[in-house]
C-alpha cells in the first residue's frame, strides 16, 4: 500500500442554518427554493458576483485532481438515464478532468470539452473515491457535493478537509450539512471573512 | 411612541452544525453532551482559553444594557420553584444589570451581588422584551439564549443583531439555533476569524 499525497477535500457553499440547496429542487431552480430567483443565485451569488474578492477560494475550488458529485448534483434525472443529460454545465464544464456520479444505473463514460469526462458509479462511494483517487494521481480528491453526497462522505471518515462557503441567508429547510452525521472534532485551519460569505476551513479529525 | 437607539442583540456560540447545547443537559453539564467533561467546555473555549485574543467579542457580549433568557440556561429547576436556585453563575453574576428569566412559574425578583438582578417573566417574549427595553434606556437588549429562546426571537422578528460563534465541532444532536425559524434575509455586518472560533455577525432584515 503506498501514502497517497492527496487529500479528500470538499468546498460547499452553505447558509447559516446550514443547508446547501433548498426544498423543491427542479431543473430550473437546481438549488430549490433558496430566496432567489432561480439558479442558486442566492446561495452561489459570492463565486459570480464577487468572484474578484474571493479569487483564492475559487481557484482552490477549482484546482482538485477529480470530482465525486451525487446523482442530483449531476442533474435532476432520477431513475434510468432515460433522456439526453450531461450536467449543469453545457458542453464544456469546469471540471476539466475526471468526475465521479454517483448513480444506482449505470452508464457509459461521458467525455465532454475542455477534457471533462464523467464516469458513472454505481458501486458506492468507497469504489468511487478509489476511482477518483487513482484518476487524481497526487492531487486531490474534491467531494462535490450534495450535502447528501458530502454526509456519507463525511460519516464515512473519508473527508480530510472541509471548506465552508457560508453565507448571509437561512432557508429553513432543504438538505443540511452534517444531518446524520456523528458528532466530529473539527480543527479550524483557516477561515476568512469577505463582503457578503465567509470562507472557513476545517480539517476532519 | 419613542423611537429607541438600542437594539435588541443575540450572542450566540454554536457548533459547526449549529446547535447551541448537545442532548443531556444537565446540573452537572449545563450544555449537555458537546464532547468535553463538562461545563460546556469545548463550545466555550474560546471565551476562557483564548479569552484575549477574543477581548473585543466578550466585551461586546457583556455591553448590554439588560438580558433576556430561557428558563434552562437560567438553571436545571423544572416545573415550580421547588428548591433554591440563582442561576449557574454564583452571588456575583457576570451581568451588572437587570436579567429577565422567561418561565411559566411567577417567582419574586432576586436581587445578587454586583447589581445583577434576576425578575421573573411568565408572560411571553414581548413582555420580556418591553420590560428589558424600560430596563436598559437607551442600552441594548442581548436575548442571551439557550437556542429555543432565541428562535423564538428569531421567529417573532424581534431580533436586529445576531452575533456567532463558530467553534470547530459538530455536535449532531441537540438544540439548533435556527429550527423552526421561517428563512431569514441576513446582512453580514462584520466576520473575523480568531485561532479556534470563527465570530460572524448578521444583521437581521
Not at 125 to 131: D, G, H, T, Y
Not at 188 to 204: F, L, M
Amino acid at each position: 500500500m503506498t501514502t497517497r499525497t492527496g487529500r479528500v477535500t470538499c468546498d460547499l457553499t452553505i447558509s447559516a442554518d446550514g443547508y446547501s440547496a433548498g426544498l423543491n429542487q427542479s431543473e430550473q431552480r437546481p438549488f430549490g427554493d433558496d430566496g432567489g430567483d432561480g439558479w442558486g443565485d442566492k446561495l452561489h451569488a459570492w463565486m459570480f458576483e464577487t468572484a474578484e474578492e474571493n479569487r483564492a477560494e475559487l481557484e482552490q475550488l477549482a484546482g482538485a485532481g477529480a470530482f465525486i458529485m451525487g446523482r442530483n448534483m449531476f442533474g435532476p434525472v432520477r431513475g434510468e438515464w432515460d433522456r439526453p443529460w450531461n450536467g449543469w454545465w453545457g458542453d464544456n464544464p469546469p471540471y476539466h478532468t475526471s468526475v465521479f456520479v454517483l448513480t444506482h444505473h449505470a452508464r457509459e463514460p461521458q467525455p465532454m470539452d475542455g477534457d471533462t469526462t464523467f464516469y458513472f458509479v454505481t458501486d458506492g462511494i468507497e469504489s468511487a473515491l478509489a476511482q477518483a483517487q487513482a484518476a487524481a494521481g497526487d492531487g486531490d480528491v474534491a467531494i462535490q457535493g450534495g450535502a447528501t453526497t458530502v454526509n456519507q462522505y463525511l460519516a464515512a471518515g473519508l473527508i480530510d478537509e472541509l471548506r465552508l462557503h457560508i453565507v448571509p441567508l437561512t432557508l429553513g429547510a432543504g438538505t443540511r450539512l452534517f444531518e446524520g452525521v456523528p458528532p466530529l472534532n473539527l480543527e479550524q485551519v483557516n477561515s476568512r471573512a469577505a463582503t457578503s460569505v465567509t470562507h472557513v476551513t476545517y480539517r476532519v479529525h
